[in-house]
């Protein structure tokens, strides 16, 4: 299953209307609060719905603009530790998926390459050009991946901030502790979606988002975190991993001399290490760092070792073009 189904979305609205009196104070509230926490960003169009963007930073004639890519359910401000220090180097571009954050209304089937085609239109009308840098979050890294897959010439590299491998999302792979996590994550999103009209979500204060951002940032991601369309976004985005997974089996594979650094979380669970493993195979200059004392969030947890990671290759970019410039 990759959509909300008719019963879920009936379902939805009969709670809505019982609940009546609290969907007003939700729909007052959410309105209220998206006014006063202003977004830092531009909301960008990008067809039938809006993206917010931060663009940081400057471009130069010799370095690649940095693209970073949130995690599930994640917002550009999940990058607020990262982007500043790295925007001191180049332009920088973070921004919310359709849904989260600040954009509008999520889209209707939430796969890596839906994500591709608003990133690659907002990165149009942003007047982005290439080469980039790309650097995915968990699954974000799947939305990088599948990125460079479909534009190879415009990627200069990859930082896979312990990414998800799409074999986490294959349910033919799962053993029984995946098959019941997974269905405890799609339960919990479920009821997110069908009672976040009524406010509940808010009441109980499980917003959708990221954690241990500094505290004014984490008050900012909660309260975007209770809007209804995140709810939404995130139920949705779930429902579609397993078609975003066959996506990236069946793209074409990454150029083989494209460099990627594999950044993963020393604080996680062997089947997950095992995974990180498997990454180190889509190129001949993929190479890993394990940083030990970090949990799945590395931006957060220990965001120098993301900044560090990039600057790697920015060096690295730069001085391939000084060689080839030499060369002429």
């Known amino acids: 299953m990759s959509k909300i189904n008719f019963t879920e979305s009936l379902l939805r609205v009969i709670i809505s209307l019982i609940g009546l009196p609290f969907t007003w104070i939700q729909a007052a509230l959410s309105r209220y609060l998206l006014y006063k926490y202003k ?38 401000l999940d990058w607020s530790l990262v982007q500043p220090a790295l925007a001191k180097h180049t332009k920088v571009l973070s921004y919310d998926r359709a849904g989260f954050g600040w954009s509008t209304t999520p889209i209707s089937e939430p796969t890596c390459e839906g994500y591709v085609r608003d990133l690659r239109e907002l990165l149009t009308q942003l007047e982005l050009e290439p080469p980039y840098i790309l650097v995915g979050h968990s699954y974000g890294g799947m939305i990088m991946r599948l990125f460079a897959s479909k534009y190879p010439e415009e990627v200069s590299g990859i930082i896979l901030v312990d990414s998800t491998h799409e074999q986490r999302f294959i349910e033919s792979t799962f053993n029984q502790i995946r098959y019941e ?39 900012t991601v909660n309260t975007l975190g209770y809007r209804n369309n995140a709810y939404k976004a995130a139920y949705l985005e779930s429902l579609c991993t397993i078609k975003s997974a066959l996506q990236l089996i069946e793209s074409e594979p990454l150029v083989s001399e494209l460099p990627i650094i594999v950044l993963s979380a020393g604080r996680q669970n062997e089947d997950w290490q095992q995974l990180q493993k498997k990454l180190l195979q889509l190129t001949a200059k993929t190479r890993q760092i394990i940083v030990t004392d970090s949990w799945h969030s590395i931006q957060l947890y220990q965001p120098q070792a993301v900044i560090d990671s990039v600057l790697n290759l920015l060096r690295e970019h730069y001085r391939n073009q000084t060689d080839k410039q030499a060369s002429i």
């Open 39 to 76: 977004a830092p960003g531009e909301k960008i169009s990008v067809g039938s719905h809006h993206l917010h963007a931060i663009v940081t930073g400057s471009s130069t004639s010799n370095l690649p603009t940095i693209l970073l890519e949130a995690g599930m359910g994640g917002c550009a």
């Open 181 to 219: 996590e997974r269905l405890r994550h799609l339960r919990r999103l479920r009821m997110g979606y069908l009672l976040s009209p009524i406010g509940l979500p808010r009441l109980l204060k499980q917003p959708i988002g990221a954690k241990r951002l500094p505290p004014p940032v984490q008050r």
